[in-house]
């Protein structure tokens, strides 16, 4: 199972240790430079000059990929990069089987529309990133900006299924328009997170911000440590034990995140909404004893 | 052959294709389970008459459930894949979604899948909710004391049915004995049910009957009380007979049952064990007696 894989790449072996092809970052710019074609279904298995000659965009030009990362080929389990990627963009996007590693920070759009495979980031990423995801995973070390599993501009539907594991924070409107999958973060979610959410889960284990869940037709928003403020579209329902999260909060377990007795055998107070659209959501929020 | 003082018949248990599928039950303790458990699998001897055959196969661990909560799997075979699904969807609805604090998941891989949870949901009024998680769908069904979890597929697989041994001895006390601790014995083979009450049957059958109106009728050939009026297969000595019919997933899962079960009958008070069958030309499966024995 993928998810078991990055489980193991994440949690139980030092990414260090995985081979396959490297793409160092030549030097840093303020330019943007993107990536997408650059996948592991593409890429691994070729040679170096092969990679090297692969065409990728830098502003507004499109030039060799060996003009601007160094290619190492020294296995085929990952397609690696390396360096300060924070103005690389569209590392994963339409990715659907492989593995991709970035040692460091990524730019936006990471994962972008991605149907399978796994990424993981040791860093932080930019905005815009798992937009209209379909599949697969995607786990970052580090703080994630802002839209997180949103809809592209101009579209109301936004991931549609995988996971998406962050060990750090996420900005505002994390998992907007989501219309199925998962969405689990160790830190904060900032403000509208699940706004206009359609379906899925959202797990938060740090402060959940404001105005969260608002639009929300059907789908779950975990609070596990609290909400800055619940919408007044919401209405208490009752608190109870939902036997359903023990088994996302099984599945997450693996993924490393930290569930507590506390939060495994747990009661949550059900809040329902949004009450100014169809109102079958639901946000739970975890009572502290 | 004679193992233990027992003579063992040099005879075959002919048993039969049916579809096989596994239900794994948590609540809050696991006496709620297995009373969830014990209803869902009542009235399930014999497809004839009941429609299904089921029965509790084995205690789960809490770390061994889906949810982490105590457990008990049960096997329910059928003989058609719709069949199936309708005593599921029964089952699970009327017997287990009504015990306080259970929740349904599907055990087993199967070659095919049945759609229990996502006809139930419909109980729910409209407002059952549908999580997708790992690929797998799950429905909440709202219900006074939270939440009912099921989901939605399960999984069906070819197994075996009607695997026996048939029991002879003295008197009904040692027959009795004989057969209850073959029962205790053949419970801790993984993949297998005994269907009937408490593992053992005291009623078995024969196919066909005096009257046009019956498929099936008491097995006389076995039956002490007809000795001088039948045919009969019981020997010198022999006043009770008992059956214990066996279903599992897998040949070898019945093959096991069967020989742990031998083992235990034979060191018992019993005359002999044989096994029914049907001349070979009706099941598809054959577990000889002799060779289960030497096996083990």
């Known amino acids: ?289 | 052959m004679i193992f233990n003082g027992v003579e063992i018949d040099d005879t075959y248990a002919e048993a039969f294709s049916m579809l096989g599928s596994r239900l794994v039950i948590t609540a809050d303790t696991f006496e709620l389970a297995m009373i969830a458990a014990t209803s869902a699998t009542g009235f399930a001897t014999s497809v004839i008459g009941c429609g299904c055959e089921a029965g509790i196969e084995s205690e789960l661990d809490p770390a061994r459930t889906p949810d982490g909560r105590p457990g008990v799997s049960v096997l329910i075979f059928g003989v058609s894949l719709s069949a199936l699904e309708s005593q599921l969807i029964a089952r699970v609805g009327q017997a287990i979604m009504t015990c306080p604090t259970t929740a349904c998941y599907n055990g087993l891989e199967g070659e095919k899948e049945i759609n229990v949870g996502g006809k139930l949901r419909y109980f729910g009024d409209s407002y059952q909710a549908s999580k997708m998680l790992d690929g797998k769908r799950f429905w909440r069904i709202p219900v006074m004391d939270g939440e009912f979890l099921v989901q939605e597929k399960f999984g069906v697989k070819k197994g075996i049915g009607g695997g026996n041994l048939l029991i002879l001895a003295k008197d009904v006390t040692s027959c009795l004995e004989a057969a209850q601790k073959a029962v205790k014995a053949m419970k801790k083979i993984e993949g297998i049910i005994l269907p009937f009450p408490g593992g053992i049957v005291r009623s078995g059958s024969k196919v066909g009957s005096t009257y046009p109106f019956l498929t099936a009728s008491t097995n006389t050939p076995f039956c002490p009380t007809l000795r001088r009026q039948v045919i009969t297969s019981l020997p010198e000595g022999v006043n009770a007979v008992y059956e214990i019919v066996i279903d599992g997933l897998d040949e070898k899962a019945v093959r096991d049952a069967m020989g742990v079960g031998l083992l235990s009958i034979c060191s018992c008070d019993v005359i002999s064990v044989t096994a029914g069958n049907y001349g070979g030309t009706l099941g598809q499966y054959k577990f000889f007696l002799h060779e289960i024995l030497k096996n083990m």
């Open chain 1, 1 to 289: 199972m993928q998810s078991c894989v990055l489980c193991a790449l994440a949690r139980k072996f030092s990414v260090d240790k995985i081979k396959g092809v490297t793409l160092a970052l030549k030097k840093c710019g303020a330019i943007p430079i993107e990536v997408d074609g650059v996948l592991p279904e593409l890429v691994l298995g070729r040679k170096a000059h092969e990679i090297s000659s692969m065409k990728i965009n830098v502003g507004k030009e499109k030039v060799d990929l060996g003009d601007v990362f160094e290619v190492k080929c020294d296995g085929d389990e990952a397609l690696i990069f390396e360096g300060d990627l924070n103005h690389v963009k569209r590392i994963g996007e339409l990715m659907s089987s492989g593995i991709i590693v970035v040692r460091g920070s990524a730019g936006m759009h990471l994962g972008e529309r991605m149907s399978g495979g796994s990424v993981y980031v040791d860093g932080d990423i930019g905005a815009r990133c798992c937009c209209e995801m379909r599949g697969g995973t995607v786990v970052v070390n580090g703080n994630v900006q802002a839209m997180l599993g949103s809809p592209l501009p101009g579209n109301t539907k936004g991931m549609r299924g995988g996971t998406i594991a962050v060990f750090g924070s996420v900005g505002a409107r994390t998992g907007e328009g989501m219309r199925r999958g998962v969405i689990a973060v160790l830190g904060d979610a900032g403000d509208f997170a699940g706004v206009n959410m359609i379906a899925g889960t959202i797990v938060v284990f740090g402060n959940l911000g404001s105005n969260a869940g608002g639009g929300m037709k059907r789908g779950s928003i975990i609070a596990l440590e609290g909400v800055e403020k619940i919408p007044p579209t919401f209405l208490y329902a009752c608190t109870y034990k939902p036997t359903y999260l023990r088994l996302y909060f099984n599945y997450l377990r693996n993924f490393g995140f930290p569930v507590t007795d506390e939060i495994y055998e747990g009661s949550f107070r059900r809040y329902i909404g949004d009450l100014s659209s169809l109102g079958k959501g639901e946000m739970l929020i975890l009572e502290k004893s």
